[in-house]
Structure formats: structure tokens, C-alpha cells
């Protein structure tokens, strides 16, 4: 996959390129099994409102069309990430309609995990956010994913099956689409690499 490096200001970069995920796979199969999950764990859903940006869900499911995503984004050789292929990722899915009434700066420090009660924190080595379905209807900057940071503000509209990489501190925000009959479609992931090599897993007087 070639990527584009687009500099944010002049210390700030972040990355674009093309998945080509649907020269192998059906667009309107990934939609469908993206929204299927709605219906597998209702319970997991954040709403939109106010204070939430869209309807948000945890991706727990496997399927070829993540995992064709994920290979090609690890495989990409970032020189400034020199991570290995060894990973954890936190995935999930922002769907955003013409009812969506927020949107917000934030940025992807940690990496999030939960089960049985216990929050598991990591740093994340870099955030992705992949554009399953973009929005119709757009004007003005209706849809646009904005980077800030202290010297300047930039954005940008993301095209179908494109994917943008940039540093988990980088503030962002997707604007809204408040005209569009299409949802905004997006698989946003958190990524933090380890090198188990490296790793002191036994305690030593040394």
C-alpha cells in the first residue's frame, strides 16, 4: 500500500493510502456484517447525542475484510513507528447519520481493554481510522476529518476505502453531515506494537 505523507505543521505528519479492500470484497456484504454486530451486542452500543459523537460500538467479531485491513496497515513500513508485527488492537466502529448533532476534539492515547470487570490500559503507538462509507450530500466542510494541533488546524475529507494513520496525542474531530441520506462509516482502531524479544518477563537478583 502507497502511502501520502501530509504534514500537519512542521514537526506534525500523518499518513493517507488506499486499502483497495473492494477489488476482493463486496462493499455492501462489509456494511451489512459492520451493522450486523449492532444486533449481536446491543448492550455495548453508545448512542449519539449531545456529548456523543454517533453511534459507537466495540468490534469483538472476526472477519476477512478486518483482517485484510489490518494486514495491510501493519505491513506498511513507517520508519518512524520500527515497530514488528506483534500488536494489540482495539477496534470499533463510528457510524454517523444526518441526526448527529456533535463532534469534538479528542485524541487516542490509550488503548482500552475491558473483561470481567478490569480495565487494561496501553499506550498506543498510532491511530487509524479506515472510511467503509462517506457521507452524500456535502457542503462547505460537511464530513471533514480535522487535525489540530497548537499552531494550526488542517482538514481534510476522507475518501471510500482510504485509511488515515497519525499519531495517537494528534487532536482530531469528524465534522458532521447533516444533509447526507448516506451514513458515515468508519473503522477506527487503536494499535500498540510490542517486542517480546526485549522483554524482562522473570525477576532476577541481577
Not at 508485527?85 to 492515547?109: E, F, P, Q, T
Amino acid at each position: 500500500m502507497d502511502l501520502e505523507k501530509i504534514h500537519i505543521d512542521e514537526n506534525v505528519y500523518v499518513y493517507k493510502g488506499k486499502i483497495n479492500l473492494f477489488e476482493k470484497y463486496n462493499q455492501m456484504d462489509f456494511i451489512k456484517k459492520i451493522e450486523y454486530l449492532k444486533h449481536l451486542y446491543p448492550e455495548f452500543i453508545l448512542k449519539q447525542s449531545e456529548k456523543n459523537p454517533g453511534n459507537q460500538y466495540p468490534i469483538y467479531a472476526s472477519f476477512d475484510e478486518l483482517d485484510f485491513i489490518y494486514n495491510k496497515v501493519k505491513n506498511v513500513k513507517i520508519n518512524e513507528f520500527k515497530t514488528t508485527n506483534d500488536c494489540i488492537i482495539r477496534s470499533w466502529v463510528y457510524m454517523s447519520d444526518n441526526k448527529n448533532v456533535y463532534s469534538g476534539y479528542h485524541n487516542h492515547l490509550q488503548l482500552n481493554l475491558q473483561e470481567n470487570g478490569v480495565n487494561l490500559l496501553f499506550d498506543t503507538t498510532f491511530t487509524f481510522t479506515y472510511y467503509l462509507q462517506m457521507p452524500d450530500n456535502l457542503s462547505n466542510n460537511d464530513g471533514y476529518l480535522y487535525f489540530k494541533t497548537d499552531n494550526v488546524e488542517r482538514g481534510f475529507l476522507p475518501k471510500e476505502d482510504e485509511v488515515w494513520i497519525f499519531p495517537p496525542n494528534l487532536m482530531h474531530e469528524a465534522k458532521n453531515n447533516k444533509n447526507s441520506n448516506k451514513k458515515r462509516i468508519v473503522i477506527a482502531s487503536n494499535i500498540h506494537f510490542f517486542d517480546y524479544k526485549s522483554a524482562k518477563l522473570n525477576k532476577t537478583i541481577f
